[in-house]
């Protein structure tokens, strides 16, 4: 008997799961409340744990992925501009754990998930937004915002940071600010300064403050993000910004470093949320719904790994609704298992990003500190193996 997944959301998180869906033999049928599948935003970091799967599910093979293979990743402090750590990444990481580091626009990545769910047989709703879901044991029901029912056996809850659909599923309340901002932009590799020409992932450290930027559309555009502390009041979601805050933090810092923040012409402003990391399995499964990706835990983008989990969660329901037939495992079982699979490395990568914010921003006697143990310990403090090898 042929048994259906419904989807809420169509970011990253949810077209990965309608992939994963229709390889474990799945009917598909995912709802975006945008009225056309598009993903805005600028650069992702792609570690092997993330590409290891995309090529499994032929995503990593698609021309339109552009993605860019950085040769290192390069740690600076942003106070003095001194190097602090490199990270080989390129081959070294290919060779070490299977898979290649890689750098993308996410609009590529959606842009290749969404063509890889449309060829596996997806069906797809697009500006239709899930309003509702009544999970039990026996069924899902959810309703639409125009008030129409449907019906499946599972749903895969992907409606991301701000879920609705987690709130009447968990009910934990919404995920708090942090009190950070990331300024985004997007650079022309030919108006970029010349120390962002080099096709590395660089960081610069600095108090309160970082800025990152690696190459993405296969080089030829880079990416710029900072991270400043400091609410913004009144910020609403990823707008256009004058990016005050991480000029007046920049003024302070090295030449280097105030080099690629005058380079930009234009910033986009994202408040980031987070949660507290995952309690245990009850928050990534409630009956016949599983919740994946920032519905479930939403982290600070400080290990580069939000996506990343989010389509680890994909293989993993992949995983558990392969032999789920009613007969070998029951649909509430088998989303139990996923989120017994799941969430505590889930919420040791949650718990890893806040506790990199605060290395990252650290002043004084700790950034001292900080800087020695990169110094003597660089490769080895930068390289997770525990993380790349895959969950
Ligand atoms: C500045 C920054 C840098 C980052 N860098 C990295 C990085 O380098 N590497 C990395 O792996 N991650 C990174 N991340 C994190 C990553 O972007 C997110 O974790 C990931 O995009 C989450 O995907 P998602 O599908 O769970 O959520 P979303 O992308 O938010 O998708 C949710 C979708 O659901 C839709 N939706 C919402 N409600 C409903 C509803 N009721 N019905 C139907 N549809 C609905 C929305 O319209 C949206 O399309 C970064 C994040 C930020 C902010």
């Known amino acids: 008997m042929s048994r259906e997944l419904l989807i809420a959301g169509g970011g990253i998180a949810g077209l990965a799961a309608a992939i994963g869906a229709r390889r474990a033999g799945w009917e598909a049928r995912l709802f975006e409340q945008a009225s056309a599948f598009s993903e805005v935003g600028a650069g992702l970091q792609l570690g092997p744990n993330a590409t290891r799967l995309l090529r499994e599910w032929g995503v990593l093979q698609q021309a339109q992925l552009q993605a860019f293979a950085p040769s290192l990743l390069r740690v600076r402090d942003a106070v003095d501009g001194r190097e602090l750590g490199v990270l080989p990444l390129g081959e070294q990481a290919e060779q070490r754990y299977g898979s290649p580091y890689l750098t993308v626009h996410r609009a590529d990545l959606h842009g290749a998930l969404l063509r890889q769910a449309c060829d596996a047989g997806v069906r797809l709703h697009e500006g239709v937004r899930i309003a509702s879901a009544r999970v039990d044991g026996t069924t899902v029901l959810a309703r639409t915002g125009t008030g129409a029912e449907v019906e499946a056996e599972?749903?895969?809850v992907a409606d991301g940071v701000w879920s609705e659909l987690r709130q009447q599923l968990v009910g934990d309340g919404p995920a708090p600010a942090t009190g950070h901002v990331a300024y985004r932009a997007l650079l022309p590799r030919e108006d970029a300064p010349p120390q962002l020409k080099v096709?590395?992932?660089?960081?610069?450290?600095?108090?309160?403050?970082?800025?990152?930027?690696?190459?993405?559309?296969?080089?030829?555009?880079?990416?710029?993000?900072?991270?400043?502390?400091?609410?913004?009041?009144?910020?609403?979601?990823?707008?256009?910004?004058?990016?005050?805050?991480?000029?007046?933090t920049a003024a302070g810092l090295c030449r280097a470093l105030q080099a690629v923040v005058e380079a930009v012409p234009e910033w986009r402003l994202w408040p980031v949320h987070d949660r507290a990391p995952l309690q245990g399995p009850g928050q990534m499964a409630r009956g016949r719904a599983a919740l994946l990706g920032d519905a479930a835990h939403p982290m600070r983008p400080y290990l580069a790994q939000g996506a990343g989990m989010a389509l680890e969660d994909a293989a993993g329901l992949q995983r558990v609704l392969q032999p789920c037939d009613d007969r070998v495992l029951d649909v509430p079982t088998a989303l139990r298992r996923f989120a017994l699979n799941r969430w505590e490395r889930c919420a040791r990568v949650q718990q890893r990003s806040r506790r990199n914010?605060?290395?990252?921003?650290?002043?004084?006697?700790?950034r001292l500190g900080r800087n020695l143990a990169l110094r003597a310990g660089g490769e080895s403090l930068l390289d997770l193996p525990w993380l790349y090898r895959g969950g």
């Open 154 to 156: 599972a749903l895969a």
């Open 357 to 366: 914010g605060r290395i990252f921003h650290a002043d004084g006697l700790v």
């Open 199 to 248: 096709g590395e992932v660089q960081a610069w450290l600095g108090p309160r403050m970082h800025l990152v930027t690696y190459p993405v559309r296969a080089g030829s555009a880079v990416n710029v993000v900072g991270f400043v502390e400091g609410r913004v009041a009144g910020a609403g979601w990823d707008h256009a910004a004058q990016a005050d805050a991480l000029r007046e």
